[in-house]
């Protein structure tokens, strides 16, 4: 079965400072990874997916991710980190031939940005 | 286009009560899911619809949990009897068809008494 790890809980940020946020994927074949952000009292809003192809994937708001096979990891990247990004992220991987079904989430990783 | 709609945004009750939700997906997706999200931890899938039929819903407690999406478009969730552990936020997505990008909605925050 497929699990996702985020490692941090939560994590401060200075407004402008750049920002990854870690995701660590367990799953047997290959695997179709998400990033969706969650702002309070929201639904889930999808940021960027990778399926195949190139490693780096841009996304939404200025996020990317890459996918590293080697270290079963796909973080999450901005340059430059604005106040509206303070939000809870979530990692998610996808299995079967259709690659949305049966996500499995990670615990999510509250963000905080601080002046 | 409008998004997934979900009803009451809120809802308190006491154990041992019955609770329905409500959702409405994006116009013409086909596939319908049903997620169960408890504080501090990442939503966890419960039932999916493909139109009206049941796709996996190997995680739904089914001794008191209950779906249903009879015309393929509309589907609610019951909770009956509710537990306390039954306190979460139940999140309703849906996707154009299986395989593709899923779009949730706000989401029902239930607490249970």
């Known amino acids: 079965a497929q699990s996702v790890t985020q490692p941090d809980i939560h994590i401060t940020v200075s407004e402008g400072a750049s920002l990854e946020l870690r995701c660590n994927y367990s799953?047997?074949?290959?695997?179709?990874l998400f990033w969706y952000v969650q702002s309070p009292g929201q639904g889930l809003q999808l940021l960027l997916k990778?399926?195949?192809?190139?490693?780096l994937v841009q996304g939404i708001k200025g996020f990317e991710a890459e996918f590293k096979r080697s270290q079963s990891s796909f973080n999450l990247r901005k340059p430059s980190v604005h106040w509206s990004d303070a939000a809870e992220y979530f990692c998610?991987?996808?299995?079967?031939?259709?690659?949305?079904?049966?996500?499995?989430f990670g615990t999510g990783t509250r963000l905080t940005i601080i002046p | 286009e409008a998004g997934v709609a979900q009803s009451p945004r809120y809802k308190i009750i006491e154990k041992r009560q019955s609770v329905a939700f409500w959702c409405n997906p994006i116009?013409?997706?086909?596939?319908l899911y049903w997620y169960q999200q408890i504080l501090g931890q990442g939503p966890k899938l419960l039932i999916q619809?493909?139109?009206?039929?049941?796709?996996?819903d190997s995680q739904l407690p089914k001794d008191r949990f209950s779906a249903e999406r009879l015309k393929g478009v509309d589907s609610t969730l019951k909770i009956q009897p509710a537990k306390l552990e039954d306190s979460a936020v139940y999140l309703c997505?849906?996707?154009?068809?299986?395989?593709?990008?899923?779009?949730f909605g706000p989401g029902t925050r239930l607490l249970v008494l």
């Open positions: 997505a849906s996707s154009l068809t299986q395989g593709e990008t899923q779009y």
């Open positions: 799953y047997g074949a290959t695997p179709y």
């Open positions: 990778y399926f195949s192809g190139d490693t």
């Open positions: 998610a991987v996808g299995a079967s031939n259709f690659g949305n079904e049966k996500l499995t």
């Open positions: 116009s013409g997706h086909a596939t």
């Open positions: 619809f493909q139109n009206n039929g049941v796709v996996d």
